[in-house]
């Protein structure tokens, strides 16, 4: 999808995911979009919602942001770090990061 070439843009498209799977009030998106986050902030209050519940995350193209050093690093972020959710991923040709993963025999 061309409007998540930019890690900003998939916090905040999973951040308005998450606020329309949940009924607790929060507006996870304009929490997100807080100049006085950083993006390790952002991540990590995206992380903390998704491991509260189970949720499927769908990611198609990768190949496509391979070369988005932010956004790899963000994936490779969610393999570590996610506990309940579950990401599928599809491309191409396999990411540096998965690779990288499997040698480590995390994936």
């Keep these: 999808h061309s409007g998540l070439l930019s890690l900003n843009n998939i916090l905040i498209t999973?951040?308005?995911f998450i606020g329309n799977?949940?009924?607790?009030?929060?507006?996870?998106?304009?929490?997100l979009k807080s100049p006085k986050l950083s993006e390790e902030q952002r991540?990590?209050?995206?992380?903390?919602h998704l491991n509260q519940n189970r949720?499927?995350?769908?990611?198609?193209?990768?190949?496509?942001?391979?070369?988005n050093s932010n956004i790899e690093s963000f994936?490779?972020?969610?393999?570590?770090?996610?506990?309940?959710?579950?990401i599928f991923i599809s491309s191409r040709a396999n990411p540096a990061y998965v690779n990288q993963l499997m040698k480590?025999?995390?994936f």
């Design 75 to 86: 994936f490779s972020i969610l393999k570590q770090k996610l506990t309940q959710s579950i």
């Design 14 to 16: 999973l951040a308005q």
């Design 104 to 106: 480590q025999k995390k």
């Design 21 to 31: 799977q949940i009924d607790d009030g929060d507006n996870l998106a304009f929490t």
């Design 43 to 48: 991540i990590a209050i995206i992380i903390k």
């Design 55 to 67: 949720y499927y995350l769908f990611f198609d193209s990768v190949h496509l942001i391979e070369k």
